[in-house]
């Protein structure tokens, strides 16, 4: 996922400071972007400055540092809607976070988009699930010398069903959340719980 659009999402969220930031990045953030560091966080920022999409404000602090404060400007929340609002394009794996940081963005969406990303989410993974399922998993004509091919095989047929079981979690938690939506009924984690049963 681009820093830039985790950063407009964050700050569009709350306006923050760098120290804000960096707790952003330790807990909610990590789960969008692993391993960024304040340094990347503070280049991309001036970055965005640059394009006009953040500015900031100084707030003083006695006896500290003065600290700035980041605020996302009308063409920042733009360029932020934009990216929500386009067209939907499933990565290939579904445990990468774009569906997620979208999902999580949902108050500036209708309920019509969210279904709408819902249905593209759901048709790609169904339409994996059909053709990968039950594809020749075989690996070699031959195996490598020192390949110990039983534990090689249980290692495959254990991944393959653990990859299996989440994206059947995956694609049923998607459906009964676009149900709930569709009926207008609460959604809360009591109820995403029971659709990944």
Do not use: C
Not at 60 to 65: K, T
Request: net charge negative.
């Amino acid at each position: 996922m681009k820093l830039e659009i985790l950063l407009l999402g964050a700050l569009l969220s709350r306006p923050s400071t760098g120290y804000e930031l960096k707790r952003f990045f330790d807990t909610h953030g990590r789960f969008m972007r692993s391993n960024t560091t304040m340094s990347q966080a503070y280049r991309t920022l001036a970055a965005m400055e640059e394009r006009g999409w953040v500015e900031h404000t100084i707030e003083e602090r006695p006896g500290a540092s003065n600290a700035k404060r980041y605020h996302v400007t009308e063409e920042g929340h733009t360029v932020f809607t934009d990216w929500l609002t386009r067209p939907y394009n499933p990565p290939t794996r579904f445990q990468d976070p774009d569906l997620y940081a979208r999902l999580g963005s949902a108050g500036f969406m209708t309920v019509e988009q969210v279904i709408g990303i819902l249905d593209v989410e759901i048709n790609t993974r169904v339409a994996e699930v059909a053709r990968y399922r039950h594809r020749d998993r075989s690996r070699f004509d031959e195996p490598p010398r020192g390949y110990d091919v039983e534990l090689g095989g249980q290692m495959d047929e254990w991944l393959h069903r653990r990859g299996a079981e989440a994206m059947d979690r995956h694609i049923a938690a998607l459906v009964e959340l676009r149900r709930r939506l569709l009926d207008g009924e609460p959604i809360n984690a009591d109820h995403a719980e029971e659709a990944t049963r």
